[in-house]
């Protein structure tokens, strides 16, 4: 899943640089509001720990209500109007919260109500983009570019909380909120500047009569299930989802409150967490090929349980004590992108087109699916345990992740080969596998 030796680098290629670009900038975005949403519902609107709790299900619950039915139907149709449009949607949701704040009219059912029209259109996004990638690109070079676009995720994460927190500073949170409302228009303007797809040579490609939502959904569903390496790796990143979901749910709320970090510090603590992520991304096929896929993968889920467990024991504030949560952050975030990136290629690369979207959107339910529930225990474990307690048990807890990777077959394998993918999308295209357990088994698993 490494770039052939020889090949031009992607930002030389057209298409790729815009859809580089219009990822890039929205991303930025996203991170602006990562910090200025649930500070506007803490400072401004003076939200209690179960109201963040709500405000951080909100975002993801979309992926659990609507996730299978989108994939199934983006392998129906083309991807690219979908990602213009879910940008524009987005775009236009945001800015309402500023202008509400400015006619002095803002309210936690409206931070809600928003937070839950972004979150829907994010799964359009999401979904249509992973499944929009290996036309633009190729699949021989899907790990190279991942890990390109999670090297800007992960230096918007950088750059982009320690923006926000500065600017919060000097202006207010709903105000910085608008600025991820234009990096929206602007990411749909790159994607216009992208070429027409062609809907997926899928269910409508058959000769027999076009499959109900429900079975083509099924079909999706059960290549996850029978896939030796989806199966666990999708497993794992519930656990992770769930438990990193129930400490997020407190987490501004216990550098402000137990803390007592300003927008400056919480800014700097996310930034240097955001840098972690930067380094685990730019080094993710490095230390694949040093260490094995498997046991990078065991060792990429154990570190937010590390990091967070180091959170959950500092107290006060003091250069020291921000430094310490900094650090924290970093360990905590380093081997997030190692993880992403291995697995959303590898299953990228394996998958056929037509069923990509399907396959897509099954990971991403069950997984965001549980960041939902996470952030709903995490608000509810916040206003009964106290927030640290809720940071310490959540830390314990994800290291289930780690524990089940390591118990798995995964521990063993040392790289995730593309030539079963080649030939599972050879016996795909050519014979339009319907049986589940064929399926299965012509797309085999790692060696």
Same mark, same amino acid.
């Given at each position: 899943?490494?770039?052939?030796?020889?090949?031009?680098?992607?930002?030389?290629?057209?298409?790729?640089?815009?859809?580089w670009?219009?990822?890039?900038m929205?991303?930025?975005?996203?991170?602006l509001?990562?910090?200025?949403?649930?500070?506007?519902?803490?400072?401004?609107?003076?939200?209690?720990?179960?109201?963040?709790?709500?405000?951080?299900?909100?975002t993801?619950?979309?992926?659990?209500?609507?996730?299978?039915?989108?994939?199934?139907?983006?392998d129906?149709?083309?991807?690219?109007?979908v990602?213009i449009a879910?940008?524009?949607?987005?775009a236009?949701?945001l800015?309402?919260?500023?202008?509400?704040?400015?006619?002095?009219?803002?309210?936690?059912?409206?931070?809600?109500?928003?937070?839950?029209?972004?979150?829907?259109?994010?799964?359009?996004f999401d979904?249509a983009y992973?499944s929009?990638?290996?036309?633009v690109v190729?699949?021989?070079?899907?790990?190279?570019?991942?890990?390109?676009?999670?090297?800007s *995720?992960?230096?918007?994460e $950088? &750059?982009g909380? @320690? #923006?926000?927190?500065?600017l919060?500073? +000097?202006?207010?949170?709903? %105000?910085?909120?608008?600025?991820?409302?234009?990096?929206?228009?602007?990411?749909?303007?790159?994607?216009?500047?992208?070429p027409?797809?062609?809907?997926?040579?899928g269910?409508?490609?058959?000769t027999d009569?076009t499959?109900?939502?429900?079975?083509?959904?099924?079909?999706?569903?059960d290549?996850?299930?029978?896939?030796?390496?989806?199966?666990w790796c999708?497993?794992?990143?519930?656990?992770a989802?769930?438990?990193?979901?129930?400490?997020?749910?407190v987490?501004?709320?216990?550098?402000?409150?137990?803390l007592g970090?300003?927008?400056? *510090?919480v800014?700097?603590? $996310? &930034?240097?967490? @955001? #840098?972690?992520?930067?380094v685990?991304? +730019?080094?993710v096929?490095? %230390?694949?090929r040093?260490?094995?896929?498997?046991?990078?993968?065991?060792?990429?889920?154990?570190?937010?349980?590390?990091?967070?467990l180091?959170?959950?024991s500092?107290?006060?504030?003091?250069?020291?004590?921000?430094?310490?949560?900094?650090?924290?952050?970093?360990?905590?975030?380093?081997g997030?992108?190692?993880?992403?990136?291995?697995?959303i290629?590898?299953?990228?690369?394996?998958?056929?087109?037509?069923?990509?979207?399907?396959?897509?959107a099954?990971?991403?339910?069950?997984?965001?699916?549980?960041?939902?529930?996470?952030?709903?225990?995490?608000?509810?474990l916040?206003?009964?345990? @106290?927030?640290?307690?809720t940071v310490?048990?959540?830390?314990?807890?994800?290291?289930?992740a780690?524990?089940?990777?390591?118990f798995s077959?995964l521990r063993?394998?040392?790289r995730?080969?593309?030539?079963?993918?080649?030939?599972a999308?050879?016996?795909?295209d050519?014979?339009?596998l319907?049986?589940?357990?064929?399926?299965?088994?012509?797309?085999?698993?790692?060696?």
């Amino acid at each position: 899943m490494t770039a052939e030796a020889g090949k031009s680098s992607l930002f030389r290629q057209r298409n790729f640089l815009l859809l580089w670009s219009s990822q890039s900038m929205s991303l930025f975005g996203t991170q602006l509001t990562y910090v200025a949403l649930p500070l506007t519902a803490v400072v401004i609107l003076h939200a209690s720990p179960l109201q963040t709790g709500i405000l951080g299900a909100l975002t993801t619950l979309p992926f659990l209500l609507f996730g299978l039915g989108v994939g199934a139907l983006l392998d129906r149709h083309r991807r690219r109007p979908v990602l213009i449009a879910a940008d524009a949607v987005r775009a236009v949701a945001l800015a309402w919260i500023p202008i509400a704040y400015a006619l002095d009219m803002l309210s936690i059912s409206q931070l809600f109500a928003v937070a839950f029209v972004v979150g829907t259109m994010s799964v359009l996004f999401d979904l249509a983009y992973q499944s929009y990638l290996p036309t633009v690109v190729g699949r021989p070079r899907l790990m190279e570019a991942n890990a390109k676009v999670q090297v800007s *995720e992960s230096m918007a994460e $950088v &750059a982009g909380p @320690g #923006a926000a927190g500065a600017l919060i500073g +000097l202006l207010s949170a709903p %105000l910085v909120i608008a600025a991820d409302a234009v990096t929206y228009v602007l990411s749909s303007v790159a994607v216009l500047g992208l070429p027409a797809d062609d809907s997926p040579a899928g269910d409508q490609g058959r000769t027999d009569a076009t499959p109900s939502l429900w079975t083509s959904i099924r079909e999706g569903i059960d290549v996850v299930r029978h896939h030796p390496v989806l199966r666990w790796c999708t497993a794992a990143a519930v656990l992770a989802n769930l438990f990193e979901s129930a400490l997020l749910a407190v987490f501004f709320l216990f550098l402000v409150r137990d803390l007592g970090f300003g927008s400056t *510090e919480v800014g700097l603590v $996310v &930034a240097v967490g @955001g #840098a972690g992520a930067v380094v685990g991304a +730019l080094f993710v096929e490095r %230390l694949t090929r040093l260490l094995g896929a498997g046991p990078m993968l065991v060792a990429a889920m154990a570190l937010p349980g590390v990091g967070y467990l180091i959170l959950g024991s500092v107290h006060g504030a003091s250069a020291w004590t921000v430094g310490v949560a900094a650090t924290a952050n970093f360990v905590a975030l380093f081997g997030l992108p190692i993880f992403n990136v291995t697995v959303i290629s590898f299953r990228q690369v394996v998958t056929p087109d037509r069923l990509l979207g399907r396959v897509n959107a099954t990971v991403r339910t069950f997984a965001w699916s549980a960041l939902s529930v996470g952030s709903l225990i995490g608000g509810a474990l916040g206003s009964t345990l @106290g927030l640290r307690g809720t940071v310490l048990l959540s830390a314990c807890g994800g290291f289930l992740a780690s524990l089940l990777l390591f118990f798995s077959p995964l521990r063993g394998v040392r790289r995730l080969d593309e030539d079963e993918a080649a030939k599972a999308e050879a016996d795909a295209d050519s014979a339009h596998l319907t049986d589940t357990e064929e399926l299965s088994e012509s797309m085999g698993g790692p060696r």
